[in-house]
């Protein structure tokens, strides 16, 4: 059997991403590291319109199959087999797959062309608002013009808010699906959606108030939700998948619910210790950011 080469290819981004994130750590500048994480979302997401919705799918299980099957029983709860073993581009390695990603692929081998147009609007517009986040964030510290800066800004905002009509819809039908975690992953969606909306809406509020430095603040929280849905949300899978395989949608409900979240905390501590490093060095002295 022919090794995939595209999943080897993400493990050898994600060691690459990591010593990324150390260096980071090291010289306290992430620069590299977030513009890495752009791309890496884009080479990801690409997939599903070069590839369509089921071979895409499969590439995805593919990723977590290797972790999800060391030292599992064939009867382990969270796994689950699936027609053919299309379901994964492992071949025949791996007859037992992640049972969310089994209800993920035949949801969208066999379905309508509308489910399936949502879930390539969901990812379009999703793709298209993280960029043009980060190309927000970068001009806002380089001085831009404030007329372009809210021209981008609001075509940021409805590619987010047809992002969201798209996930929000796609979640309200995962009620029947028991590998999904049932209304439980339902209600989960919608906690994520609105805490990444949320943070947009209020960020937005902010600017037409003429708070500039609140303004700051939670499109920072923004774009901690947005990484946090999206990075954080998978990377937690990729880890919890393993651990809590003998419990049905545990390890996905737990990544639903609380990765947005997350993402929001970890931006907020990166902003104050930004801020108050920025504090420090122009006034000696290390007074506490605002906020």
């Given at each position: 059997?022919?090794?995939p080469?595209g999943?080897l290819?993400v493990?050898?981004?994600?060691?690459?991403?990591?010593?990324?994130?150390?260096?980071?750590?090291k010289?306290?500048t992430?620069?590299?590291?977030?513009?890495?994480?752009?791309?890496?979302?884009l080479?990801?997401n690409?997939r599903?319109?070069?590839?369509?919705?089921?071979?895409?799918?499969?590439?995805?299980?593919?990723?977590?199959?290797?972790?999800?099957n060391?030292?599992?029983?064939?009867?382990?709860?969270?796994?689950?087999?699936?027609?053919?073993?299309g379901?994964?581009?492992?071949?025949?390695?791996?007859?037992?797959?992640?049972?969310?990603?089994?209800?993920f692929?035949?949801?969208?081998?066999s379905?309508?062309?509308?489910?399936?147009?949502?879930?390539y609007?969901?990812?379009?517009?999703?793709?298209?608002a993280?960029?043009?986040?980060?190309?927000q964030?970068?001009?806002?510290?380089?001085?831009?013009?404030a007329?372009?800066?809210?021209?981008?800004?609001?075509?940021?905002?409805?590619?987010?808010?047809?992002?969201?009509?798209?996930?929000?819809?796609?979640?309200?039908?995962?009620?029947p699906?028991?590998?999904?975690?049932?209304?439980?992953?339902?209600?989960g969606?919608?906690?994520?959606?609105l805490?990444?909306?949320?943070?947009?809406v209020?960020?937005i509020?902010?600017?037409v108030?003429?708070?500039?430095?609140?303004?700051?603040?939670?499109?920072?929280?923004?774009?901690?939700?947005?990484?946090?849905?999206?990075?954080l949300?998978?990377?937690?899978?990729?880890?919890?998948?393993?651990?809590?395989?003998?419990?049905?949608?545990?390890?996905?409900?737990?990544?639903?619910?609380?990765?947005?979240?997350l993402?929001v905390?970890?931006?907020?501590?990166?902003?104050?210790?930004?801020?108050?490093?920025?504090?420090?060095?122009?006034?000696?002295?290390p007074?506490?950011?605002?906020?």
């Amino acid at each position: 059997m022919e090794l995939p080469i595209g999943v080897l290819t993400v493990y050898a981004a994600l060691v690459v991403w990591i010593i990324l994130l150390i260096r980071g750590v090291k010289q306290h500048t992430y620069s590299t590291f977030l513009n890495f994480g752009v791309l890496f979302l884009l080479a990801l997401n690409v997939r599903y319109f070069i590839e369509g919705a089921p071979d895409a799918i499969a590439f995805f299980i593919g990723i977590y199959d290797v972790l999800d099957n060391l030292g599992a029983s064939a009867d382990a709860a969270a796994l689950a087999s699936c027609p053919d073993n299309g379901c994964t581009v492992w071949g025949d390695r791996y007859l037992t797959h992640p049972s969310w990603g089994v209800a993920f692929h035949e949801r969208f081998l066999s379905d309508t062309q509308w489910r399936t147009t949502l879930l390539y609007g969901h990812i379009g517009f999703n793709s298209l608002a993280f960029v043009l986040m980060h190309i927000q964030l970068v001009r806002t510290g380089a001085g831009a013009n404030a007329q372009s800066h809210r021209l981008l800004g609001r075509v940021t905002f409805g590619f987010l808010t047809l992002s969201t009509v798209c996930a929000v819809w796609l979640a309200s039908q995962h009620g029947p699906v028991g590998e999904y975690g049932g209304s439980m992953s339902t209600w989960g969606f919608y906690s994520m959606s609105l805490c990444v909306y949320v943070c947009a809406v209020v960020g937005i509020v902010k600017a037409v108030r003429g708070n500039s430095a609140a303004h700051r603040i939670w499109m920072i929280r923004f774009a901690g939700a947005m990484w946090g849905s999206f990075w954080l949300f998978r990377v937690m899978l990729f880890l919890l998948g393993p651990l809590l395989r003998n419990h049905e949608a545990a390890a996905l409900l737990i990544c639903i619910w609380f990765s947005a979240p997350l993402g929001v905390v970890i931006a907020e501590i990166a902003r104050r210790k930004y801020d108050n490093r920025s504090t420090h060095s122009a006034t000696g002295s290390p007074i506490a950011a605002p906020g």
